[in-house]
């Protein structure tokens, strides 16, 4: 089995590889190491034959996939735990995640997910893998796509980001919330979301990663 570290590295890659070319650099962003480390690391993973390296791009192979989807599970149901039993932020919970994951075997990880009643989510809104590894599309659209007076409802938000987690958590940005897009400023400016009645200014950065579904039933 591939130590933590490089698990931590084979679940970025795939994280990443979702929103096109994975390049060392985003890599190194997201861990937070240096140029050289994260090369180093690479070549670990090219000689245990868990990646591929082409053009300067990082693509996981076939085992390389499957170790990253089960590390994916084991850090949703964990941050599930951390929120839904423990209480913990969902701020904080994929901190905390992240350190459980590696630990969890699979006789504990079936154990929490029988628990939990075999969540299809974690607290963010990102699809739990299951148990022979597929993952369930979240099919929507990015909030900043949204027409003026759009009204939607949140289905994902990103996880990995704290600062940001703590931004929506303080609004009621949450996964279910209905939001309406009051304003769409000109030329990549931010948005003015309304939300629980509520107006607040919304980055257009946040708001192309964050994924919604247009609201129905209203009048």
């Not at 941050?79 to 504990?108: M, N, Q």
């Not at 704290?162 to 030329?187: H, K, Q, R, W």
Request: charged content about 25%; glycine content about 10%; overall charge negative.
């Amino acid at each position: 089995m591939p130590t933590p570290t490089l698990e931590e590295y084979l679940e970025v890659i795939y994280k990443l590889s979702e929103r096109g070319q994975v390049r060392p650099t985003p890599i190194a962003e997201q861990l937070g190491v240096s140029g050289p480390t994260v090369t180093a690391t690479l070549k670990r993973l090219e000689s245990r034959g868990l990646i591929t390296r082409s053009n300067g791009g990082v693509v996981l192979t076939g085992e390389g996939t499957t170790i990253a989807v089960d590390i994916i599970r084991r850090h949703r149901i964990a941050e599930r735990f951390l929120v839904d039993v423990l209480g913990i932020k969902w701020d904080d919970a994929h901190e905390d995640a992240c350190a459980l994951e590696h630990a969890l075997s699979p006789r504990v990880l079936h154990a929490l997910q029988e628990f939990l009643d075999s969540p299809e989510f974690c607290p963010h809104g990102h699809p739990i893998p299951d148990a022979l590894g597929a993952i369930k599309k979240v099919e929507g659209r990015l909030l900043s796509d949204v027409d003026r007076g759009g009204a939607t409802r949140i289905l994902q938000v990103p996880e990995d980001d704290d600062a940001m987690l703590t931004y929506l958590g303080s609004i009621g940005m949450y996964p279910g919330t209905e939001v309406i897009v009051s304003e769409v400023a000109p030329f990549k400016g931010p948005l003015l979301v309304e939300v629980n009645g509520v107006t607040h200014a919304l980055g257009r950065d946040v708001a192309e990663r964050i994924v919604v579904e247009l609201a129905t039933g209203r009048p």
